[in-house]
């Protein structure tokens, strides 16, 4: 270290040394003396302040030159060691805020020994560089462990899936491949044993990019459809575009001109829907050459809550449908302010009618627009009829100057529906202000959060099944129901898996909406700034959930044991009584999992010949406090209807909402992150995917989804190709050639995972975050991979136009 020096210079610099690391040590001793005294006086561990006062005289010694320092160091290394593997094992995430910081100080201390006191090291480097190597064997061991899915299962293979349109093979004709929501296809061209060579064969861009208006709230969120040799897609902002399959060549494109004033909490469009018009349904008198014009249509809604009809053929708008092609589906609310209303989510069309819902800007205003769900006519856009739960007999449209209810439960994702029953399957959310719920009425406290089977020709409903009772936590249901047949004694039942963002996953029969598998009513925490609103229990899922166990205070994070500390001393200091803890305002509550779930908008794959659902879902929570109405006005929090375009903010959900009309707003940590480094508080991982047998709930293996190459602290990309688990959004796709398809993660890639194994065969990195649902279709006897390379503002990855394809190489 000092080779080269003389030496008065070789003493200078021994001096310097030791008098900055004694520093160093003794800083980082008094931040664990104090943080560690307060979290003692909060109940915690009192680990840190015994380590800080360690640190503090070590650190003092070595800059007096005293060997003494070093061993009291090294003592502390051993201790902490002893104590990590004591409260998480060999668990490799949970280790490195406990070991990998103290392991690069004692680095510093084994360096500094030689320097100390003449002839006192005596063996002492070499003891401290040995429990330092023996620290990094032991990280390397169970870093390799936890790459690792669980070991693979026998597949039971499940009864035969009925025809119906129940799965895609050479088209892809529905957002959920089919209105089954299956999102499976009966391609096999590639395999397990190719896709290594799968290539990217084109790019096409849909030139719609964040404006500065826009404020970066970009999520295009987009899975194209294919039917015959094209495709056709929306981009963030609404433009449709149909392309050549094949090549990707742009064929129309029709901008139905949204102003960035709509976009609400984020710029996106899932997807679109096709409409065949059946013989002799044209509009009364429409000219014959009109009829034929749009005898097949593309149908999308807007952020600005329209419906928009186009020819398939050529973009055009189809005239004999609404007002030329367009149809607004917010007559009846009353005033609707820009960007409080918006569809992002693709219509769903059953038996000639287009149903659909729509986003209602969260945390805003009490009695926000309504949620009600609309029915209108495939080839008219004439509304059929409304479903206004506050006012089922309302009829298709409100009369006499009245409006539809506002504040009702809304549905922002997408339905999925049963061409034969004539059923249509509406996930609800929750009434507007969704953190407190004492001015809800019977009906809403009755659906919201639940599964509503509307008939499709009157808007009634048929069933409903809730997964929340009295919902305070933002659990609305997110995910498109999945058709499936469940296998039984005496055949199969016409079934749905309905994902929930609690994680519970439940198997329904889809003609009565009764669980096919268990459902349990258990007890729940009570209290909070409500306690005669809290429902005493909550249904709970026997046939299998994706929630971990709830958090502890072992389960605190970070990048060394000073944040750490910190978040162990925030999980003291808040409210947590584990699952569906009720929300305070005296101090934070920790609402675990949060609300992105679970599962999400991306919904769940079925297998239906193997037998399995692919779940990729979520596992953070959100570390949230109900802000006094005083206070929310002391600080400046305004709903988005009295917002100036410089007002409008682009960062997460609830992180300073005023819901307005009740007693209190939200502030929503989400995620639970540290304020500087952006880290989370829980341990890893934040996300993941696994195969579940539909036979019996069974886990047939489960592995964390997305690496830490885009992720690390300061928001500074760690480039470790290391299978963190990072948050996820968006769905997968599941192929009869035994291979799962899914982006989604924050690390910018698009995978292939072999579904027997649950081990990753193929990857690529996309040009911007794929938060998206991928799409897989054949022309000319190819099996292309498509996926919307849109970015999201969320979840922190970069905003881009690109719709990638791929396809085996001409070798192959």
């Known amino acids: 270290m000092t080779h080269g020096l003389s030496q008065p210079q070789r003493g200078a610099f021994a001096s310097g040394y030791l008098i900055t690391l004694g520093v160093i040590l003794a800083l980082i001793g008094l931040v664990l003396v104090v943080g560690g005294a307060k979290l003692i006086s909060v109940?915690?561990?009192?680990?840190?302040?015994?380590?800080?006062?360690?640190?503090?005289?070590?650190?003092?010694?070595?800059?007096?030159?005293?060997?003494?320092?070093?061993?009291?160091?090294?003592?502390?290394?051993?201790?902490?060691?002893?104590?990590?593997?004591?409260?998480?094992?060999?668990?490799?995430w949970p280790l490195v805020p406990r070991v990998v910081a103290p392991m690069v100080l004692l680095a510093l201390v084994a360096a500094a020994m030689p320097l100390l006191k003449a002839g006192r090291a005596g063996r002492a480097p070499a003891l401290a560089t040995g429990g330092g190597l023996l620290a990094v064997l032991v990280i390397g061991v169970i870093a390799v462990n936890i790459a690792n899915p669980r070991p693979d299962a026998a597949l039971m293979p499940s009864v035969s899936q009925s025809g119906s349109g129940a799965n895609a093979g050479v088209d892809w004709t529905a957002y959920g491949a089919t209105y089954g929501a299956r999102r499976y296809s009966t391609l096999t061209q590639i395999t397990p044993q190719n896709v290594s060579e799968l290539k990217r064969v084109w790019v096409a861009h849909t030139g719609d990019l964040p404006s500065k208006k826009a404020k970066g709230k970009y999520g295009a969120e987009t899975t194209p459809l294919k039917v015959g040799n094209r495709l056709y897609l929306c981009s963030a902002k609404n433009i449709l575009i149909a392309l050549d399959a094949a090549t990707g060549k742009e064929i129309w494109?029709?901008?139905?001109?949204?102003?960035?004033?709509?976009?609400?909490?984020?710029a996106a469009c899932r997807g679109v829907s096709y409409f065949s018009v059946p013989q002799g349904a044209a509009p009364a008198g429409?000219?014959?050459?009109?009829?034929?014009?749009?005898?097949?249509?593309?149908?999308?809604?807007?952020?600005?809550?329209?419906?928009?009809?186009?020819?398939?053929?050529?973009?055009?708008?189809?005239?004999?449908?609404?007002?030329?092609?367009?149809?607004?589906?917010?007559?009846?609310?009353?005033?609707?302010?820009?960007?409080?209303?918006?569809?992002?989510?693709?219509?769903?069309?059953?038996r000639g009618v287009i149903v659909t819902g729509q986003q209602v800007l969260d945390g805003q205003d009490r009695w926000a627009p309504s949620g009600v769900i609309q029915g209108f006519d495939a080839v008219t856009g004439e509304p059929k009829w409304a479903w206004d739960m506050k006012q089922p007999d309302i009829g298709p449209a409100p009369k006499d100057g009245k409006t539809f209810s506002r504040g009702t439960p809304n549905m922002w994702t997408t339905a999925s529906a049963d061409e034969e029953l004539g059923?249509?399957?509406?996930?609800?959310?929750?009434?507007?202000?969704?953190?407190?719920?004492?001015?809800?009425?019977?009906?809403?406290?009755q659906y919201s959060s639940s599964l509503v089977a509307l008939d499709a020709t009157t808007g009634k409903p048929a069933w409903s099944f809730q997964t929340v009772h009295?919902?305070?936590?933002?659990?609305?249901?997110?995910?498109?129901?999945?058709?499936?047949?469940?296998?039984?004694?005496?055949?199969?039942?016409?079934?749905?898996?309905?994902?929930?963002?609690?994680?519970?996953?439940?198997?329904?029969?889809?003609?009565?909406?009764?669980?096919?598998?268990?459902?349990?009513?258990?007890?729940?925490?009570?209290?909070?700034?409500?306690?005669?609103?809290?429902?005493?229990?909550?249904?709970?899922?026997?046939?299998?959930?994706?929630?971990?166990?709830?958090?502890?205070?072992?389960?605190?994070?970070?990048?060394?044991?000073?944040?750490?500390?910190?978040?162990?001393?925030?999980?003291?200091?808040?409210?947590?009584?584990?699952?569906?803890?009720?929300?305070?305002?005296?101090?934070?509550?920790?609402?675990?999992?949060?609300?992105?779930?679970?599962?999400?908008?991306?919904?769940?794959?079925?297998?239906?010949?193997?037998g399995l659902i692919v779940a990729n879902y979520n596992d953070m929570p959100n570390y949230n406090r109900l802000i006094p109405r005083k206070v929310v006005n002391e600080k400046g929090w305004i709903p988005r209807n009295q917002m100036k375009p410089d007002q409008l903010k682009a960062g997460p959900e609830g992180a300073g909402d005023p819901q307005v009309g009740v007693p209190y707003g939200i502030q929503v940590n989400a995620g639970w992150r540290m304020p500087f480094t952006g880290l989370l508080c829980k341990a890893p991982p934040y996300g993941g995917i696994r195969a579940i047998d539909i036979r019996t709930g069974k886990t047939l293996w489960d592995r964390p989804l997305g690496t830490a190459r885009k992720n690390g602290p300061f928001g500074i990309p760690s480039m470790l190709p290391v299978n963190i688990g990072t948050p996820n959004n968006g769905g997968s796709v599941v192929t009869a050639g035994g291979l799962i398809f899914i982006a989604a993660a924050t690390d910018d890639l698009i995978r292939a995972i072999d579904i027997r194994t649950g081990k990753t065969v193929w990857q690529d990195t996309l040009p911007a975050g794929g938060q998206a649902t991928p799409m897989t279709y054949s022309v000319g006897g190819k099996q292309y991979l498509v996926i919307m390379a849109g970015g999201h503002h969320f979840m922190e990855t970069p905003i881009g136009d690109e719709l990638v394809a791929y396809a085996l190489s001409p070798e192959t």
């Open 43 to 92: 109940g915690g561990s009192p680990y840190y302040l015994l380590a800080g006062i360690g640190l503090v005289a070590s650190g003092v010694l070595i800059a007096l030159k005293r060997m003494l320092g070093a061993w009291i160091y090294v003592g502390v290394f051993v201790v902490t060691v002893l104590w990590a593997l004591w409260e998480v094992g060999l668990q490799a």
């Open 253 to 266: 494109r029709h901008d139905p001109k949204v102003s960035d004033n709509w976009i609400p909490y984020t």
């Open 423 to 445: 059923l249509v399957y509406i996930p609800l959310g929750n009434s507007a202000a969704d953190y407190f719920s004492g001015t809800r009425s019977p009906v809403e406290n």
């Open 470 to 610: 009295k919902d305070v936590w933002d659990y609305d249901l997110g995910s498109q129901a999945t058709l499936i047949d469940y296998p039984a004694k005496t055949g199969s039942i016409p079934a749905l898996v309905l994902p929930s963002k609690q994680g519970d996953i439940y198997i329904l029969d889809r003609r009565t909406g009764q669980p096919l598998t268990g459902v349990e009513e258990r007890r729940v925490p009570g209290g909070g700034v409500e306690p005669d609103e809290r429902s005493p229990t909550q249904p709970f899922s026997l046939f299998h959930n994706l929630r971990r166990p709830d958090l502890t205070e072992r389960s605190m994070w970070g990048m060394s044991p000073i944040d750490q500390m910190i978040c162990r001393i925030q999980y003291r200091e808040a409210s947590y009584k584990g699952f569906y803890t009720a929300p305070t305002s005296d101090r934070p509550w920790i609402e675990y999992p949060g609300y992105n779930g679970g599962s999400d908008w991306g919904g769940v794959a079925v297998d239906p010949v193997r």
């Open 286 to 350: 429409a000219a014959p050459e009109t009829t034929a014009a749009c005898a097949n249509r593309i149908i999308e809604g807007t952020l600005d809550g329209r419906l928009i009809a186009v020819d398939a053929a050529d973009g055009k708008p189809c005239a004999g449908f609404g007002d030329n092609g367009q149809v607004d589906i917010k007559v009846g609310m009353g005033k609707v302010h820009p960007g409080m209303v918006s569809m992002t989510a693709a219509p769903t069309i059953v």
